[in-house]
């Protein structure tokens, strides 16, 4: 299995970037499909999940309303669309495969990870 996520880079505080996320090695309907995030000495949260299907979503409460988590299950891909970005958004963003939900714990597949720094 191998998740590779793109799209990260340098914004400026109020911007926009849209992650996305390519999966192989399995059978990608079938899985939910996560975002995670890990900012300088803190640990891996949670950001959004979205279902099998695309229509159930969760996401944390620090990017409600921002953030929201897509899929093409045609293409394997996985979205993650920011909008109005704060500096404290600023961490390496994790795609992943696998879990049901918010549990980091339940998800087995990740990807490498892509930088995102929002500037103030």
């Known amino acids: 299995v191998q998740l590779q996520a793109s799209g990260g880079g340098l914004v400026q505080a109020g911007g926009s970037l849209r992650l996305a996320c390519a999966a192989s090695?399995?059978?990608?309907?079938?899985?939910?499909m996560g975002w995670f995030r890990q900012a300088p000495g803190k640990e891996r949260e949670f950001v959004a999940y979205?279902?099998?299907?695309?229509?159930?979503?969760g996401y944390a409460d620090s990017v409600k309303g921002r953030f929201t988590i897509s899929r093409h299950n045609a293409k394997n891909m996985v979205y993650l669309q920011m909008n109005s970005l704060k500096p404290e958004d600023t961490a390496v963003y994790y795609c992943?495969?696998?879990?049901?939900?918010?549990?980091?714990?339940?998800?087995?597949?990740w990807g490498q990870g892509t930088l995102v720094t929002v500037s103030s």
């Open positions: 992943a495969a696998g879990g049901l939900g918010v549990d980091i714990r339940q998800y087995r597949y």
């Open positions: 090695g399995l059978t990608f309907s079938r899985y939910f």
């Open positions: 979205v279902s099998w299907s695309g229509d159930g979503t």
